[in-house]
């Protein structure tokens, strides 16, 4: 039994070791980023043209507002849509740039384990939707029922179909591209982990959520992004990852929605209550999330701690 726990250890070892069998130095990953920005660029070409007709047709000239005053639907779709082209992009970096894989971004396993994505995605579904509607139940005053049978419908094809892709491509990029990435430049686990929550978090920096609370929640941005990291390497690969992150912009956009958050959507709900910082933070970072990691590690008997998220290359 040793002997097959220490094989383990010795595959599982390999997601973040698999930059030091490719001569990829770290130039070429900050040349593919600019490289997947550009195609994220060009994939905001139609929202582009929509902001810009509606805003000298009806608000100003002030884009925001213009955005605002599209369908919820369409500004759903058209903020998506810059995320498929981007996942495009990632798919031509990694192939012809670094000549790799995507599985060699994604997982140390031999190919992307689906059945990791669902269980992360049901698990985190599911107490999503017991926290939403509890809260309704609890606080009714707080919600503003929002349901529209044609309305949602258009919505569930558009977050389910796209919606995936946005996420993925997040997790594509910071857990496995630039975890590698930054592995390759500092050889160090715990450096990589932390400069990818770093910049995971600052992207987050011109969010309306961040206009509306302040800068402290920058803390949460950061702190998921932790939160993923160590999910990533933990379980060396990011099909954890992959499959919360989906589980909680699909039952956010289609359950739940407020007028100051990124996303407008036609949800069953809109929370019309006045946000606040401090103890949604406090929970998520220190109880929640660190709840969710003891759960996939019962699950699939992590081990070696300080060796996955600490160690040298």
Do not use: C
């Not at 595959?11 to 130039?27: C, E, G, H, R, T």
């Not at 639907?73 to 970096?93: D, E, I, M």
């Not at 992004?225 to 699909?250: K, P, Q, S, V, Y």
């Not at 959507?265 to 929370?271: F, Q, V, Y």
């Amino acid at each position: 039994m040793h002997r097959f726990n220490s094989n383990l250890l010795h595959i599982s070892d390999m997601f973040l070791n698999q930059v030091l069998d490719y001569k990829n130095p770290f130039w070429m990953y900050l040349l593919g980023s600019f490289v997947i920005i550009i195609f994220t660029v060009i994939g905001q070409l139609p929202l582009t043209f929509f902001i810009t007709s509606a805003s000298i047709s009806a608000s100003g000239g002030d884009p925001m507002v213009a955005l605002r005053n599209l369908d919820k639907n369409l500004q759903l779709f058209l903020l998506l849509v810059p995320f498929a082209v981007g996942f495009l992009g990632l798919f031509l970096v990694v192939k012809k740039m670094h000549e790799r894989s995507l599985r060699s971004i994604s997982t140390s396993r031999q190919s992307l384990d689906w059945k990791r994505i669902f269980y992360a995605f049901f698990i985190w579904g599911v107490f999503s939707i017991i926290l939403i509607f509890g809260d309704y139940f609890i606080y009714p005053e707080n919600y503003q029922w929002n349901f529209n049978f044609r309305s949602f419908v258009f919505l569930f094809l558009i977050a389910i179909f796209l919606m995936p892709i946005q996420t993925s491509l997040e997790e594509y990029i910071f857990r496995g591209y630039l975890m590698q990435g930054f592995a390759t430049l500092f050889r160090s686990r715990w450096g990589a982990l932390l400069l990818t929550s770093l910049v995971f978090g600052s992207l987050h920096l011109f969010n309306p959520e961040v206009e509306k609370l302040g800068y402290g929640v920058m803390i949460y941005y950061i702190g998921t992004g932790l939160f993923l990291g160590i999910l990533t390497l933990m379980d060396e690969g990011i099909e954890l990852a992959l499959g919360f992150h989906a589980a909680n912009n699909l039952t956010t956009a289609l359950l739940v929605t407020s007028s100051w958050t990124a996303f407008q959507t036609e949800s069953i709900l809109i929370d019309i209550s006045e946000p606040s910082l401090g103890g949604e933070i406090f929970i998520s970072l220190f109880l929640i999330y660190p709840l969710f990691l003891f759960l996939m590690s019962n699950k699939f008997n992590w081990s070696g701690y300080k060796t996955k998220l600490i160690s040298k290359l």
